[in-house]
């Protein structure tokens, strides 16, 4: 048995004794310190609402509705972001123009914009989305000008000698490259903020469906153990979205940047 193997067992078996012992604790404080399924719904409580939703069908639809909110929001936020990130950090009167409105426009709480989706679009899921891509579009513009605005002088000049003269091949073959791992993480805060915005916007009602709505609907009928549930879904399903997004970046687009692994 190799090294990397026993340390991969090691880190997993790390990983599911901390697990067992929060369900254990989690259960325990549930049944004998709160005592209330109000407070404090128990691990087994959770497991059995679980079960019912599997068997109604529920689950799928509301997983499939979340999914779609976030899918429209997060390619709207690449398709507008990422350019426009581009071109300010490219272009510096283009920087210049554009600049004071989204310093204007990025401190106003993506929540604040709920009534003008609502109006704009009416209660559908371009109207969640719409939420999801105004709390998304600003980490991603930030970062991808940032990426853009630090590259080396020199990489550009040293292009420019090899007969790259014009800003096009410019950007597609070195400062593109150079910029990725800014844009990466810029992308990686703006799913956390947009996976935020999407909750927020299902449970104020911009939508009438999703895990966000399920979760406000349940609360509204005391069942607690059914709203525990939904926020133990989502946060698993963020944690699988951003999971699988690092291993595409790491195998396949940054994969030159391995750095250090201790």
Excluded at 58 to 64: A, C, E, S
Excluded at 184 to 210: D, H, K, N, T, Y
Aim: proline share 4%; aromatic share 12%; charged share 15%.
């Amino acid at each position: 048995m190799n090294l990397r193997l026993i340390k991969t067992i090691r880190e997993k078996g790390m990983e599911v004794i901390s697990l067992v012992c929060v369900i254990v604790l989690w259960q325990f404080t549930a049944e004998w310190i709160v005592k209330n399924k109000l407070y404090l719904p128990s691990f087994y409580d959770v497991v059995l609402s679980l079960l019912t939703i599997i068997e109604s069908g529920v689950i799928v639809t509301d997983l499939l509705t979340s999914l779609l909110h976030f899918g429209i929001g997060i390619i709207a936020a690449f398709f507008i972001g990422i350019p426009l990130g581009i071109i300010m950090g490219w272009f510096k009167e283009a920087s210049e123009a554009i600049d004071p409105i989204i310093e204007i426009l990025r401190p106003i709480p993506p929540l604040a914009w709920i009534p003008f989706a609502m109006v704009w679009f009416g209660l559908t899921h371009q109207a969640a989305g719409f939420v999801v891509f105004v709390g998304m579009i600003f980490p991603i513009i930030i970062n991808t000008y940032t990426g853009f605005k630090n590259i080396p002088r020199v990489h550009v000049d040293a292009a420019k000698v090899l007969g790259c003269t014009r800003s096009v091949n410019q950007i597609r073959y070195v400062a593109l490259p150079s910029a990725l791992p800014s844009i990466i993480a810029g992308i990686r805060i703006a799913m956390g903020v947009g996976w935020m915005c999407l909750v927020a916007a299902e449970m104020f009602g911009v939508s009438r469906g999703g895990l966000g709505y399920s979760l406000w609907l349940n609360f509204h009928l005391h069942r607690m153990d059914f709203v525990l549930l939904y926020m133990l879904l989502l946060g698993f399903l963020g944690l699988v979205i951003d999971r699988a997004f690092r291993y595409y970046v790491d195998t396949k687009l940054l994969r030159w940047k391995a750095g250090i692994v201790v």
